[in-house]
């Protein structure tokens, strides 16, 4: 079975362990778009033992402090769906009051046009904030 995400998903690599990697996304008009992968292939948070999704949600807290701190969004959204590649993973999103969807979804249909919020060096900037 293919599965692009226990192959190596795109993405700059923010961080990786024996149980999961941090991914920055080039999603256009979203920078700062994180996924956090397990790496075993799996579909669901109750797959994964109490220890191993205390671990996961540990990374996604992370991911969302660090974003907090680098970007200053005015939300974050969080998301497990798999509908599409049932393989668990977080989406951790920073969201902008002049992003092109909102208040809606990133996956909803544009509002208008979205401002710029990218940062030069973001990922440098999220690895030293994940590293605190």
Known sequence: MHCELCEQ?????????????VLLVDEPGYPGFCRVIWRGHVAEMTDLSPAE????????YRVEAALRAVMRPAKINLASLGNMVPH?????????????????????????????HGQANLAGLLRAALAR
């Open 9 to 21: 998903a795109k993405g700059e690599l923010l961080h990786q362990d024996d149980a999961l990697r």
């Open 53 to 60: 999704r205390d671990h996961l949600m540990d990374w996604v």
């Open 88 to 116: 668990l993973h977080w989406h951790v999103i920073p969201r902008f009051e002049d992003d092109a969807h909102f208040p809606s979804p990133i996956w909803a249909a544009p509002r208008r046009d979205g401002a710029d």
